[in-house]
């Protein structure tokens, strides 16, 4: 319980404060002390503020991150994943049995690097996936992109290439009709939709 100072105690002080020099300078002291105690409180109080805030801003970044990169692997990554599953299925009831897919593999030769979305050594699979082909110019674009694939693959195992993929999630008539006839004159399997709904088989 804090004591009250009565007028007497209080005007004592001040005349000993007014007359005693080594008093006042103790009592300075003190009272600066106290005011800067306080404020070294209040700063560290605000320090513990600032780091809480901070930390809650790096768990929003990591959760922001990690969003992103979900985002990317289900928009960049799951129609190729769909599909090679799709094929493993596909090939299975065709007499391949335990084919393993794989996906987004890099394949290095003669001092070259070609990343592949589609490949499987047993049998010799080279696919190529995309999700968009709406003109005539980007199916031979797609076409090119996966026989060149197909061609590097043939000189690292010197065989040929056994069952070559092009999946499309969507595709304009023009270029539809242009890889019919491709597919019949290369012997690719092209397959359209992301429901993989339509299948033209090499002839």
Not at 84 to 101: H, K, P, Q, T
Not at 137 to 144: C, Q, S, W
Request: net charge negative; aromatic share 6%; proline share 1%.
């Amino acid at each position: 319980m804090t004591q009250v100072l009565t007028k007497e105690e209080k005007e004592k002080i001040l005349r000993t404060l007014e007359e005693d020099k080594e008093f006042r300078y103790a009592i300075a002291g003190l009272i600066g002390m106290r005011e800067i105690l306080e404020r070294l409180d209040k700063i560290e109080e605000g320090q513990q503020k600032l780091w809480e805030g901070q930390q809650e801003l790096w768990k929003e970044v990591k959760g922001l991150r990690k969003n992103f990169e979900q985002l990317g692997r289900a928009v960049g990554m799951t129609l190729e994943y769909y599909t090679a599953a799709f094929l493993e299925e596909y090939l299975s009831e065709r007499g391949y049995e335990g084919v393993r897919i794989e996906v987004g593999i890099k394949l290095r030769h003669m001092g070259k690097t070609v990343e592949v979305d589609l490949f499987c050594e047993n049998p010799l699979l080279v696919g190529e996936v995309t999700t968009g082909v709406t003109s005539l110019e980007d199916a031979k674009r797609e076409l090119d992109k996966l026989l060149e694939r197909v061609d590097f693959v043939k000189k690292i195992y010197e065989k040929d290439v056994t069952i070559k993929i092009l999946a499309i999630a969507n595709v304009g008539a023009e270029a539809a009709d242009f890889l019919r006839e491709m597919a019949g004159k290369h012997g690719i399997i092209v397959i359209v939709g992301r429901e993989m709904k339509e299948i033209i088989p090499e002839r």
